[in-house]
């Protein structure tokens, strides 16, 4: 907190200071310098409190001339305009010193100065209306308003009680002060003789006027319209019309599958032939020993790996040691099950995508029916249509004789007010041209005062800088030998200081080179692991490089020895009932003499169904390899817990 004694010879000052500074010929940089050199008289906490509140005032006025201009129109009318900046002062203490002054300092500095003034600005700006309201929204024009609030409003409410105490002090103290009035004689008025004046006559009052009678509000102000209840209603409609849809689209959801004709008939001709749609993939796993560069982490992650297998296969030999029982006869009785499971999943599969192929066709023969008779509506619609088409030329004739007239009428009408417009025209061309040459000589007189301005300003900078251009000597001999002088136990000349610092260097240097040399040797030591871990590793790849050979050896082995699968009766039945019918559709076709669906309908709807038809496909392909590959994950496994 800055202690002072004289408080009010400093806010004197500040005034004084700030009466003197003119923004538009003077820097704030060269203002304060110029007011540091004034106040070399004050010792150095006293002219920091004044430089600082002299910069303060400065920086903030916008937001202190919202508070004092408002002082001056309500409270302060009749107030001297020449104390504007001691309220200024003031204001600025009050929101943004006084958390650092403190409330003591601050009631000193307002007792010191005069007591009527500080109570009625005090009263005026800690007002919780004032400040809660269009205080706050004008600083909000200038920073953010939710800074504004938690930085300069919501402090000054904090210290508003202690404020009103001190408004209260101030209060008492102008009540109790007892004024000094000379005693003179008391001048005793008379009255004037004047003439009595005559009363006048009553003035007759005006009529009252009658207002007309309004409109009563049509109840229908008050009524939803009816075009957004029947909106809703169409909304609701669509709804559930799109619920339906969507529910018989999930219940019946293989009926539309479709595919090309060019695919189609490949597939019946492959069904005639007994030929399987889709056929197994077999599994091609390679051994890769291509070499991979491993990093620090990779290497001992890995060597992990293998430390742990090799404990769960030293468990598993101690097991059978102590009379445990080999898995084997059960694994492979498992991976028989699985494998006939694996068959049945496939011919399900398979007669599901023969029932939609089925569905495809019934709906083909359908959709040829509904062509015919689509037909047959269009071509009844054609003739209707030309009938109105017939009639509505005749009287769109009719309409265009009747336009005609009409407009020859109107253009009859059109000549005489033509001419009343060109001389308007010309009226108000000569009433513009008068106005653009005052204006013209306006803006002639503006452009010389400004430049007569800015002339005065060029002047006015040149000598400025003149003045800055004059070179200043100073001179400061300096011994690098003797201490500053302060009076503190830890003075140190600067050769001194530069002493201890290179020896603080030097043990510097030292710390780092044994750190160095700790670091290097357990680099070392991680590296030697490192190695270890490698030599390890490489042993057991080279170990589960020959086991999944001879897995791989095995397999082929087994897969030459292997029987081909029997069709099941389900899938045969079903093949027979789509090539009956496809020959049926075909031979409907032929008779009906219509073009093959895609060609009749283009478009989306076959390219969608195809595409729905191939999703199948593809789905079909995709559920038998995640079966295969599970059922061959459970194989190597167990294989390998063997």
């Known amino acids: 907190m800055v202690k002072m004694v004289s408080h009010g010879k400093h806010i004197a000052i500040i005034v004084e200071q700030l009466k003197k500074f003119n923004p538009e010929n003077q820097s704030v940089e060269d203002f304060l310098d110029e007011s540091e ?73 307002v007792r010191s100065l005069d007591t009527a003034k500080m109570q009625k600005f005090l009263r005026f700006f800690f007002n919780a209306l004032y400040l809660n309201t269009w205080i706050k929204d004008e600083w909000s024009h200038f920073y953010d308003s939710v800074y504004v609030k938690e930085n300069w409003i919501d402090p000054l409410l904090r210290w508003q009680p202690k404020v009103q105490q001190l408004i209260q002090q101030l209060t008492d103290k102008l009540n109790y002060r007892t004024p000094t009035v000379k005693t003179s004689k008391v001048t005793q008025p008379k009255e004037f003789n004047l003439t009595v004046p ?75 032939k007994s030929k399987p749609a889709f056929q197994v993939q077999k599994i091609q796993s390679k ?56 068959e049945e999943q496939l011919a399900e599969i398979e007669c599901r995508r023969l029932q939609g192929k089925l569905s495809y066709e019934e709906a083909l023969l359908a959709h040829q029916n509904v062509i015919q008779e689509n037909k047959r509506k269009a071509d009844l619609m054609r003739e209707e249509k030309a009938d109105l088409m017939h009639q509505y030329a005749e009287k769109r004739l009719q309409e265009q004789k009747e336009m005609r007239e009409l407009v020859e009428q109107v253009v009859e009408g059109h000549k005489s007010a033509k ?54 000597l100073r001179h400061k001999f300096v011994d690098l030998t003797e201490t500053g002088g302060h009076g503190l136990i830890c003075e140190m000349s600067i050769v001194e200081l530069r002493e201890r610092l290179a020896l603080l260097r030097e043990a510097q240097k030292a710390a780092e080179e044994e750190k160095r040399d700790q670091i290097i040797h357990e680099k070392q030591a991680k590296e030697q692991l490192l190695l270890d871990k490698l030599d390890q590793i490489s042993v057991f790849r080279a170990e589960l490089g020959r086991a999944a050979a001879l897995k791989q050896e095995e397999k082929k082995r087994k897969s030459q020895f292997g029987e081909r699968p029997m069709k099941d009766e389900r899938i045969l039945n079903l093949q027979k009932k ?3 019918k496809t020959m049926e559709r075909k031979k409907q076709a032929e008779l009906l003499k219509i073009t093959p669906w895609k060609t009749s309908i283009p478009s989306r709807k076959d390219s969608l169904q195809w595409n729905h038809w191939k999703e199948l496909e593809e789905s079909r392909g995709r559920q038998f390899k995640i079966l295969q590959h599970g059922f061959t994950a459970r194989e190597t496994a167990q294989k390998m817990a063997a």
Not at 49 to 69: H, M, P, Q, R, W
Not at 305 to 311: A, H, T
């Open 287 to 342: 051994i890769d020993n291509i070499p991979i560069k491993l990093n620090a982490a990779a290497i001992l992650r890995e060597g992990a790996l293998y430390q742990r297998k090799m404990e769960q296969e030293l468990k598993r030999v101690e097991s059978l040691l102590q009379g445990a029982k080999d898995p084997s006869e059960f694994l492979e009785w498992q991976k028989q099950m699985r494998g006939k499971d694996l």
């Open 419 to 472: 001419q009343a417009k060109i001389k308007l025209k010309k009226y108000k061309q000569q009433i513009v041209q008068e106005v653009a040459e005052e204006n013209r000589e306006l803006l002639r007189q503006a452009l010389e005062e400004e430049e007569e301005k800015l002339r005065k300003r060029y002047e006015l900078i040149q000598q400025i800088r003149a003045i800055e251009s004059l070179p200043s």
């Open 37 to 109: 050199k004034m106040l070399q008289t004050l010792n150095v906490t006293e002219a920091k409190f004044v430089l600082d509140t002299l910069a303060g005032c400065i920086e903030y006025k916008s937001l202190l001339d919202v508070v004092v201009n408002a002082f001056f129109v309500r409270d302060g009318r009749y107030c001297l305009i020449s104390e504007r900046n001691l309220y200024v002062v003031i204001c600025y203490l009050a929101t943004f010193q006084l958390e650092e002054l403190g409330f003591q300092h601050f009631s000193r500095i």
């Open 578 to 580: 789509i090539v009956e």
């Open 198 to 272: 005559k009363p006048r006559a009553t003035p007759i009052p005006l009529p009252i006027p009658v207002l007309e009678k309004r409109l009563p509000v049509p109840p229908s102000t008050y009524k939803p319209p009816k075009e957004k209840k029947q909106l809703e209603e169409i909304k609701t409609k669509n709804r559930q019309k799109a619920e339906d849809l969507l529910l018989k689209a999930n219940t019946d959801k293989f009926r539309c599958a479709s595919m090309k004709p060019e695919r189609r008939e490949q597939n019946t001709e492959d069904s005639m």
